[in-house]
């Protein structure tokens, strides 16, 4: 079992910039790939960002290349989203989420996930 606390989030002004934190706890949860998905009002959870387990490879939605970015401290069992030149179509619900596999961007693939933390961009 993997759990996963998602902090950070709340609001901004557009143009600004937020990082949000995924702590992982359980056995194994280095070794899971994590990922960062977002689920704005009406619509359908979509993938954001992801990062490997060792950290060599990061995917990105094209919508937030250039923007955000993701990194990963094994150590502390932590990942971090760091958004930059904030949208108001940013504004969502941020999900972490771990599966045990390789890369993918499908939400249901993934085996575990946070409670979500509300992201918000005025414009």
């Known amino acids: 079992q993997v759990q996963l606390v998602e902090s950070g989030g709340g609001l901004v002004q557009a143009g600004g910039s937020l990082r949000l934190s995924c702590a992982a706890s359980?056995?194994?949860?280095?070794?899971?790939?994590l990922a960062w998905f977002r689920q704005a009002p009406g619509k359908d959870r979509e993938f954001v960002i992801g990062?490997?387990?060792?950290?060599?490879?990061?995917y990105y939605a094209d919508s937030v290349k250039g923007r955000f970015t993701i990194s990963r401290d094994n150590a502390k069992n932590t990942a971090y989203l760091q958004m930059n030149s904030l949208k108001p179509e940013d504004t969502a619900v941020y999900y972490c989420?771990?599966?045990?596999?390789?890369?993918?961007?499908?939400?249901?693939?993934?085996?575990?996930w946070g409670q979500g933390t509300q992201v918000t961009v005025s414009s």
């Open positions: 989420a771990a599966r045990d596999t390789t890369y993918s961007d499908v939400a249901t693939f993934y085996d575990y």
């Open positions: 990062i490997t387990w060792n950290g060599d490879r990061t």
């Open positions: 359980g056995r194994t949860a280095r070794t899971y790939l």
